[in-house]
Nanobody, 119 residues
Framework: QVHLVESGGGLVQAGDSLRLSCAAS????????LAWFRQAPGKEREFVAN????????YVADSVKDRFSVTRAKAGMTINLHMNNLKPEDTAVYYC????????????WGQGTQVTVSS
């Protein structure tokens, strides 16, 4: 079992920056990739970014790649989502997810952290 805990969400104004963190614990030796998804009210959950392996391979969705980046902390199993120039449409619950080695699905999910961007 892998346990994921997100932090860093909050209420900000348009143009502000936020950094979300996701700390993984438990059977993390089997974790191949960690990712961020988000779900806005009334919308489907969408992929935001992921990072694989030791952190050398990262991918950010085209819709936010000019403003968001994803990094992995040097110590521990923690990834960060750096969000700049936030817009009201970035308002959503942001979820961290983990994928095991050899798996195609994101099998583990955190509880989510709310990000609200006011105009």
């Amino acid at each position: 079992q892998v346990h994921l805990v997100e932090s860093g969400g909050g209420l900000v104004q348009a143009g502000d920056s936020l950094r979300l963190s996701c700390a993984a614990s438990g059977r993390t030796a089997n974790v191949y990739a960690l990712a961020w998804f988000r779900q806005a009210p009334g919308k489907e959950r969408e992929f935001v970014a992921n990072i694989r392996g030791s952190g050398i391979s990262a991918y950010v969705a085209d819709s936010v790649k000019d403003r968001f980046s994803v990094t992995r902390a040097k110590a521990g199993m923690t990834i960060n989502l750096h969000m700049n120039n936030l817009k009201p449409e970035d308002t959503a619950v942001y979820y961290c997810a983990a994928k095991g080695v050899g798996r195609t699905e994101w099998g583990f999910w955190g509880q989510g952290t709310q990000v609200t961007v006011s105009s």
